[in-house]
């Protein structure tokens, strides 16, 4: 759930000429809508590391 910025209330979500918008109650203000921060995009998740080459147990003769 999306929280005020500036109260941490509990923000309500609805349509205003056809896009979403936010509102507080409590600052009774509209509030800008900013992307929610998922786990794909976080800084503390590593890289993976490149993929080696699978060298052939074979030998060419």
Known sequence: ????????TSL???VKRGQV???CPRCWQTMP????P???VSV??????PSQPV???LAEG
């Open 1 to 8: 759930m999306t929280q005020c910025p500036c109260c941490s």
């Open 12 to 14: 309500l979500r609805y």
């Open 21 to 23: 918008e936010w509102f």
């Open 33 to 36: 809508h900013w992307p929610t």
């Open 38 to 40: 998922s786990l794909s």
């Open 44 to 49: 503390g998740i590593p890289k993976p590391a």
């Open 55 to 57: 060298q052939s147990s």
